[in-house]
């Protein structure tokens, strides 16, 4: 099992920046890919981003529409992803969760979930 915990949301302005943490606790991380996505009212989970650990070259995957705006890294020592998310928008407004699995960092296919954080944007 490993366990996920998501820190970091607020409430931000239209041009601000958050950083988001995911702290995983429980397997060895180093193996794991993590992933972040979101989910705004009404709408579907979105894929965001994503990590391949150390033991994959710590690869990144993004969505395309995130590309230059969001940026995800980890630190192995501290068992934490982060997702740097700059120039935010309102409807980049969503509740955000991060998730974990084994293997290459994709958009789907993952096996543990946080609870999420929420990120509001106002314009």
């Known amino acids: 099992q490993v366990q996920l915990v998501e820190s970091g949301g607020g409430l931000v302005q239209a041009g601000g920046s958050l950083r988001l943490s995911c702290a995983a606790s429980?397997?060895?991380?180093?193996?794991?890919?993590v992933g972040w996505f979101r989910q705004a009212p009404g709408k579907e989970r979105e894929f965001v981003a994503a990590i391949a650990g150390p033991w994959s070259g710590s690869s990144t995957y993004y969505k395309d529409s995130m590309k230059g705006r969001f940026t995800i890294s980890r630190v192995n020592a501290k068992n934490t992803v982060y997702l740097q998310m700059n120039s935010l928008q309102p409807e980049d407004t969503a509740v955000y969760f991060c998730?974990?699995?084994?293997?290459?960092?994709?958009?789907?296919?993952?096996?543990?979930w946080g609870q999420g954080t929420q990120v509001t944007v106002s314009s």
């Open positions: 429980g397997r060895t991380f180093n193996n794991y890919a």
């Open positions: 998730a974990a699995k084994e293997g290459a960092a994709r958009p789907s296919g993952y096996d543990y």
